[in-house]
C-alpha cells in the first residue's frame, strides 16, 4: 500500500524559510517521481516542484526557481522554501507517480492527472 504522508507547515513571516517533508513508503521496489503541488484558495492546484529518483533530475515552477530546493533522503522527499512570500499561502500536498523503465515524461510533471497518489495536504501559510 502506497502512504504519503506531509509534515513541517505552519505559519511564517515573509522571508522566513520551511522545509517541508514527505515520508513515502510502498514505493520501495520502484523508480518514482515525487512532486510537490500547492492549492491556494479559490485557485487551481499548482506544480511547484518534481523530483525523479530514477536519476535524480529536479524541475521548479518559475515563481520558487532560486527559492526552492527538492531533496531525497531514503523514504524521505523535502522541499525547502526560502524567502517566503504571502503568495507561497496554500495547502501543500506531496504526489508520487510509478515511472515506467525510469523514464519521467517532463511535459506532464506539474499535471495533477499524472500522479495517484497523494498526501492529505499541509498548510503553509506567510503573512506577517
Known amino acids: 500500500q502506497v502512504q504519503l504522508v506531509e509534515s513541517g507547515g505552519g505559519s511564517v513571516q515573509p522571508g522566513d524559510s520551511l522545509q517541508l517533508s514527505c515520508a513515502v513508503s510502498?514505493?520501495?521496489?520502484?523508480?518514482?517521481?515525487v512532486a510537490w503541488f500547492r492549492q491556494a484558495p479559490g485557485k487551481e492546484r499548482e506544480g511547484v516542484s518534481c523530483?525523479?529518483?530514477?536519476?535524480?533530475s529536479r524541475w521548479y515552477v518559475d515563481s520558487v526557481k532560486g527559492r526552492s530546493t527538492i531533496a531525497r533522503d531514503k523514504n524521505m522527499v523535502y522541499l525547502q522554501m526560502n524567502n517566503l512570500r504571502p503568495e507561497d499561502t496554500a495547502v501543500y500536498y506531496c504526489a508520487a507517480n510509478i515511472l515506467r523503465a525510469g523514464v519521467i515524461d517532463p511535459a506532464s510533471i506539474f499535471s495533477a492527472s499524472t500522479y495517484p497518489y497523494w498526501g492529505q495536504g499541509i498548510q503553509v501559510t506567510v503573512s506577517s
Open positions: 523530483f525523479s529518483t530514477s536519476d535524480g
Open positions: 510502498g514505493l520501495e521496489k520502484y523508480y518514482f517521481q
